[in-house]
């Protein structure tokens, strides 16, 4: 059953507000009259908030316009339509700028009351959505051109220009960082909701109780704090797209409902009776193993079946390198006009670095260095930031790296040894000749192209300081291990002593 609409009529006139009591009851509106503009401040103070307002101009001790004026410093959202006996233009003139949607001039006719709440209602719809821009604006990044240079990304621009204009669901996965903001904005770009508004909600940004309300809006004194209804993202994104990022983060009730509103397309607002309808693609991402998140029970399967009509996954930016001095210059563009600077000139050392690093963090990370990398203007500093992180990250690495089987174990320590060796006297040669590789080359006796190849291997071509100690690091590791398989293999090979028996 819908919920009744709510009109204050304020009038100091007892037969007026028993005309518009009973004409507006018959239409079936909930009908609250008041003799004075105090007692409507007192009423809109107190949180109390109708659907319309009709506000007498002429009153004692309060007069229609004050009251109005004091009205909008409390709630400027208001609808109200004044009424007054003259139809004077200057009255007329201020009673909108204040903030009145319509005035209507006694006695009027039915007719007219109707027009004016058809327009009310049209201006509300309109602010309505005039809200929805701001905040479609305000969340609108620069990032939304989709740069494509590896094989993997331009086969995933041709599946967006191929789904986009095909209104079904979307589910979008990808680690954290890698751009699925950006598909999901390409995607509403290129489809037929293109005009409307798109939606971003950040579903691990909020607890379960903020985000429901975040996503369907509430109506006045639904909780504590709910001084005046609000609209959720679903209503604001009405014939747009909705983009439920980290989706597989929403508790199990808020996934049930989502699944209803994507069933139905219909939902209630909390603290409401009545249904509201609505037209909305939705897009969803995860960061998540989706179907790691279902076998635990983390994330419901049925609603994961109603969103995955079509997917798509973004690989990470370690899998699509060819790309990263693309995005590095696009970057370097976008910031060096943001922050007002001269877009400075890459070094190859620095490209050649950020082509070697793995960037965890993906598009995001490599975002803020070139971001750092504008600020500072420092191409050395960056550099030597970049291959620390490398260092970091290879020191880190063999940890994780799965175990050889027990049956391999000598055979790989052997060969561990070995290139461990010659990594030594290859940083050891390099250093001596201050890295000149030719020099270095005829020290160890070796060919220039076999050095090349054994500094790739050993990923000494990256740069001095970092990559000495770190073989000087694996040195020393290789020493002790050589010592102790010395030590094993001297005892084994002992022979036994006899027992000496006592005379």
């Known amino acids: 059953m819908a919920t009744k609409q709510k009109i204050m009529v304020v ?7 028993k005309y518009l009591r009973t004409l507006l009851e018959v239409d079936g509106f909930e009908v609250e009259t008041l003799s004075s503009g105090k007692e409507a401040l007192k009423q809109v103070g107190e949180g109390a908030r109708p659907d319309f307002m009709i506000l007498d101009v002429l ?30 233009v200057n009255t007329v003139v201020e009673a909108i700028r204040l903030g009145a949607l319509d005035y209507l001039t006694k006695p009027f006719e039915k007719v007219e009351l109707d027009a004016a709440f058809l327009k009310c209602q049209q ?41 986009a204009p095909v209104d079904v669901p979307i589910f979008i996965s990808g680690e954290s960082g890698v751009g699925k903001e950006v598909v999901a904005r390409m995607i509403h770009l290129r489809s037929k909701r293109h005009q409307q508004p798109f939606i971003k909600v950040n579903c691990a940004a909020l607890p379960g109780e903020l985000l429901e309300s975040e996503l369907f809006g509430f109506e006045q004194g639904a909780f504590t704090g709910a001084v005046r209804a609000k609209p959720g993202k679903f209503e604001l994104a009405n014939k747009g797209t909705i983009f439920l990022d980290e989706i597989a983060e929403m508790s199990p009730h808020l996934q049930a409902k ?5 069933q139905d397309g219909q939902y209630s607002r909390l603290g409401a009776r009545a ?58 563009v976008k910031y060096s006009e943001k922050y007002q600077k001269s877009a400075p000139d890459p070094s190859k050392n620095l490209l050649e670095a950020a082509l070697r690093y793995q960037w965890p963090g993906n598009l995001r990370e490599l975002e803020n260095f070139v971001k750092r990398y504008v600020i500072l203007e420092d191409d050395a500093g960056s550099f030597r930031e970049l291959l620390e992180m490398t260092s970091q990250q290879q020191r880190v ?35 001596k000749t201050n890295w000149c590789r030719k020099d270095a080359a005829r020290m160890l006796g070796i060919s220039y192209k076999a050095l090349l190849y054994k500094m790739r291997q050993f990923n000494l071509d990256s740069g001095r300081g970092a990559r000495s100690a770190a073989a000087k690091e694996a040195a020393k590791a290789a020493a002790a291990a050589k010592e102790a398989a010395a030590k094993s293999s001297h005892k084994e090979e002992l022979p036994a002593v006899p027992a000496i028996r006592g005379s």
Do not use: W
Request: glycine share 2%; aromatic share 4%.
């Open 11 to 17: 009038d100091d006139e007892p037969s007026i507000r």
């Open 59 to 88: 009153m004692p001790e309060m007069d229609g316009l004050e009251t109005l004026r004091q009205l909008m410093q409390v709630d400027r959202t208001l609808n109200v339509i004044m009424l007054s006996c003259a139809n004077e």
């Open 123 to 163: 201006k509300q719809q309109l602010r309505s959505e005039n809200q929805a821009l701001r905040e479609y604006c305000e969340t609108l990044t620069e990032d939304i051109s989709f740069l494509a240079a590896s094989p993997q990304m331009l086969k995933i621009r041709q599946q967006i220009l191929q789904i």
């Open 258 to 262: 989502l699944l209803h509103v994507l």
């Open 275 to 332: 249904t509201i309808n609505v037209d909305v693609r939705v897009l969803a991402a995860t960061n998540m193993d989706v179907k790691e998140a279902m076998r635990t029970g983390r994330f419901r399967e049925d609603l994961y079946y109603r969103l995955n009509v079509l997917s798509l996954h973004i690989p990470p930016l370690r899998e699509r390198t060819t790309e990263i001095p693309l995005l590095f210059r696009h970057f370097l």
């Open 397 to 431: 690495a063999p940890s994780e790296a799965p175990q050889p089987p027990k049956e391999q174990g000598l055979k790989a320590l052997v060969r561990g040894l070995k290139d461990e060796a010659e990594m030594e006297a290859i940083a050891d040669a390099l250093e």
